[in-house]
């Protein structure tokens, strides 16, 4: 795997640093660990107070050690390797006892190749949960039957387990081509036996433009493959070649933003177009400012067509 020799290794690793580092790696094979290093937020502010509060924390404790705890993949993870991640789920009170809606915040990052950079992949916000929790309740997943018996109780792990696998699916794509292809059919798999019922949304193609089943439909779709191929160019082309050639770096960077807007005019309002832009708006500025005025002029065009939300800062910051 990719990320196992990227994270251990640089090409300028001199070599009696790597007599020294040899034995680690030895040790790293018997050593292994779970996919995620995730942080768990659980605020609670807008539930009434008729709620006791020690609840909460005893879900993000929970929720903490589902994610970390988990092995969610057969692939052999080094401590050092762990993918860092970020969950915000932000609760408010429903008319049910024990009921809850939520959004929930999802951030993932991945080093960049010969610094202590990490550059956003996910910045994502889903606004449509709905789940049943009890202070003390255990929380299960069984990608065998997802739905669980209480689609309202299972529809907190599954959110969480649907997430776990889409982080881990794109940070392999960052590495290799297809390389998060098994964790998006495992996302997949929980699409199509999500919990259903009870204002559940978010699972059907029916529930919205923007939601678990679109993300994860642009993922799987062979029609889409050039999509694997702009996240590879922009990450493991492009980032991480930055420390050697910044122009060859800005040439791809090129590259991508030119597959992105062909993409998009072929699939106007694709989700996976506008979830690739979020968190990376000053990382593109960044990377660009420096560029030939011509291709900063193109840059700047082609970016104000394809992260529209953004097309000011692009204006403004890359004349």
Request: glycine share 4%; charged share 20%; aromatic share 12%.
């Amino acid at each position: 795997m990719l990320r196992k020799i990227y994270s251990t290794l640089s090409i300028h690793t001199p070599m009696k640093r790597i007599k020294l580092i040899v034995p680690l790696l030895l040790f790293s094979i018997l050593l292994r660990a779970q996919e995620l290093n995730a942080k768990v937020t659980v605020s609670a502010n807008q539930v009434s107070n008729n709620v006791n509060k020690n609840t909460f924390r005893t879900l993000q404790t929970s929720l903490f050690n589902f994610l970390n705890n988990r092995k969610w993949t057969a692939d052999q993870y080094g401590v050092n390797e762990k993918i860092d991640c970020n969950f915000f789920l932000n609760l408010e009170s429903t008319d049910e006892l024990n009921v809850y809606k939520a959004t929930l915040s999802i951030q993932s990052a991945r080093p960049v190749f010969n610094t202590s950079y990490f550059s956003p992949i996910i910045n994502f916000k889903d606004d449509k949960i709905i789940f049943k929790y009890q202070e003390f309740q255990q929380l299960e997943f069984n990608e065998n039957r997802v739905s669980g018996s209480d689609p309202l109780t299972s529809n907190l792990s599954a959110v969480f387990a649907y997430y776990a696998y889409m982080i881990i699916g794109f940070d392999g794509a960052s590495f290799a081509q297809h390389g998060g292809d098994d964790a998006f059919l495992k996302a997949q798999n929980i699409i199509n036996n999500a919990p259903d019922g009870n204002n559940i949304s978010g699972w059907k193609a029916f529930d919205g433009v923007r939601n678990r089943y679109w993300l994860t439909e642009n993922m799987t779709n062979s029609r889409n493959d050039i999509i694997h191929e702009i996240y590879y160019n922009y990450y493991r082309l492009g980032l991480d070649n930055m420390y050697q050639d910044e122009k060859a770096t800005r040439s791809k960077f090129l590259e991508v933003l030119n597959q992105l807007d062909a993409f998009n005019k072929e699939n106007p309002g694709t989700m996976i177009n506008q979830f690739f832009f979020q968190g990376k708006t000053t990382e593109m500025i960044q990377v660009l400012s420096k560029a030939a005025p011509q291709d900063k002029a193109t840059a700047r065009e082609i970016l104000s067509r394809v992260d529209i939300s953004n097309a000011s800062r692009y204006k403004d910051e890359l004349k």
